[in-house]
C-alpha cells in the first residue's frame, strides 16, 4: 500500500510560482512511477507531470518548460515547482504513484495511488 501525503498549495499571482511537495510511504521512489495530477471544478483529472523509476519525465504540454518535478529519494519526497503560473493552473493537485513502472501514457491513463490533494488558487 503507498501513501501520499501532499501541501505546498495556496494562492499566488499569474507569474508567480509555487513548490508543492508529496511525502511518499510504502514504497522507494525509485521503485516507483510518480506524478502530479489536476482537478479543476467542473472538470476532468488532467496529468500535469510523471517520473519513472530511471528518472525520466514526462509533462502535458500545457505546463512544459513552466512545470519541473523532481524528486527526493532519500527524503522519500517528489516536488513540483511551478512557475510563470496562469490563471487555468488553478486546481486542486494531486500526487500519485504506480508500483513498479509508469504505465505507457500515465498523463492519459492515471496511475494507481492518489493522495487527498492540495489546492492551488492563481489570482490576478
Known amino acids: 500500500q503507498v501513501q501520499l501525503a501532499e501541501s505546498g498549495g495556496g494562492s499566488v499571482q499569474t507569474g508567480g510560482s509555487l513548490r508543492l511537495s508529496c511525502v511518499v510511504s510504502?514504497?522507494?521512489?525509485?521503485?516507483?512511477?510518480l506524478g502530479w495530477f489536476r482537478q479543476a471544478p467542473g472538470k476532468k483529472r488532467e496529468g500535469v507531470a510523471t517520473?519513472?523509476?530511471?528518472?525520466?519525465?514526462k509533462y502535458a504540454g500545457s505546463v512544459k518548460g513552466r512545470f519541473t518535478i523532481s524528486r527526493d529519494i532519500a527524503m522519500n519526497t517528489i516536488y513540483l515547482q511551478m512557475n510563470n503560473v496562469k490563471p487555468e493552473d488553478g486546481a486542486m493537485y494531486y500526487c500519485a504513484a504506480e508500483i513498479l513502472y509508469c504505465n505507457p501514457d500515465p498523463l492519459y491513463y492515471g496511475l494507481d495511488y492518489y493522495g487527498k490533494g492540495t489546492l492551488v488558487t492563481i489570482s490576478s
Open positions: 510504502g514504497r522507494p521512489l525509485d521503485d516507483a512511477c
Open positions: 517520473i519513472d523509476r530511471d528518472g525520466s519525465t
